[in-house]
């Protein structure tokens, strides 16, 4: 691919599934960004030099203005932290970290540099999220239920590290249900009980059953095969909005009234965002769906469940 003119020098980390499914193509797509590095020590993109760590990378690359970390969020702390101080703007993958603490800390830190830092939520960025947020803003949600039921063994094949402390089991897709939950109500929420379905096996959650204030539920299960399900359905004394397909397709009363049944666009809106944070000299951190996790994790009943193999 022909490099392109003015756009930003990005070297992208941790050369996984969702690297290759969706940030490549959407960083190869932007005219804001050339993809000049990856760092992995397996992954590769073709065409693109490859190191197998961040100092090798920061050594031979000076160049380079951010890194995006597509890392799990146990290792990714160590890499934002060196990136950070070496001087570069960070984007951060979903859940943006292990703990809260720690992203604080890397908000110190940006702060303290001068440079932006992102905590990305990329289902925040789906097409019917917006609209979906704009209808409910001047309305009073008497009730909304999540139903958030994926198939793991689809979405991370092989992956133990979701099953590993700090990996968040169901709460690594749960995170994004809680992620447009947070963006689309008038009025925050918070929890007041959960129930986890923890696998003999696991240190994590396979399932999770969540009540929050505002007569809010949520229901995320990993263990669901065959057809997926993501909505959000929530009530109001002027009518009933849901938010299919993961937050892609907006309906008002059993209608379609906004969206796309496409997940292709959240990522190039991702990128999008980054590049106005650094051009505008700013930051984007917002912890709100992982302080939700975090409370699951603190508050939650544990429920010992059949062992989960892949
Ligand atoms: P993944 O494929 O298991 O991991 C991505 C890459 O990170 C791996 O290929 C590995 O590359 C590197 N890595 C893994 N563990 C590491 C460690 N301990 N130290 C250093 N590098 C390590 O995971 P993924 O599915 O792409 O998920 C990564 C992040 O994206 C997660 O936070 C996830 O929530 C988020 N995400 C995933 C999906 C999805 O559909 N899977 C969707 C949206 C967001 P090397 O071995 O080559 O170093």
């Known amino acids: 691919m022909a490099r392109k003119v003015a756009a930003r020098k990005i070297a992208l980390v941790g050369i996984g599934k969702i690297a290759v499914d969706q ?10 960004w050339d993809l ?32 995006s970390l597509a890392l799990p969020p146990v290792p990714r702390f160590a890499y934002a932290w060196a990136a950070l101080q070496a001087g570069k703007h960070v984007m951060l993958e979903k859940p943006p970290g292990a703990t809260l603490a ?4 890397l908000q110190a830190l940006a702060r303290e540099k001068g440079l932006s830092l ?37 979405w991370h094949p092989g992956q133990d590290w979701v099953f590993e402390p700090g990996g968040m089991g169901v709460f690594d ?25 923890f696998p003999a096996n696991r240190q994590t959650p396979s399932a999770a059953r969540l009540n929050f204030t505002g007569s809010v539920t949520a229901d ?31 309906e008002i009363d059993g209608r379609p009234a906004a969206g796309e049944n496409s997940i292709m666009g959240e990522y190039p809106a991702l990128y999008a965002r980054m590049a106005d944070l650094v051009r505008a000299g700013e930051s984007e951190v917002d912890l709100a769906p992982m302080v939700h996790v975090a409370d699951a994790m603190t508050l939650g009943r544990r429920v010992t469940v059949e062992a989960f193999e892949f």
């Open 173 to 197: 897709p749960g995170s994004n249900a809680l992620s447009i939950l947070t963006e689309i109500l008038p009025a925050p929420v918070h929890l007041t009980g959960a129930e986890l379905d």
């Open 118 to 154: 992102y905590t990305t939520w990329h289902s925040r960025m789906a097409h019917a999220v917006a609209p979906a947020k704009a209808w409910l803003a001047d309305k009073t949600v008497t009730r909304a239920h999540i139903t958030w039921r994926e198939d793991v063994r689809k």
């Open 220 to 250: 995320f299960d990993w263990r669901q095969e065959g057809p997926q399900t993501w909505d959000i359905e929530i009530e109001t004394p002027q009518g009933r909005l849901a938010l299919r397909t993961g937050g892609n397709v907006l």
């Open 102 to 105: 720690e992203v604080h800390a």
């Open 23 to 32: 940030h490549v193509p959407a960083i190869n797509a932007s005219s804001d």
């Open 36 to 67: 000049v590095a990856t760092v992995s020590r397996k992954g590769q993109v073709s065409g693109v030099e490859g190191f197998t760590t961040l100092e090798a990378m920061l050594d031979a690359r000076p160049e380079v203005e951010v890194i």
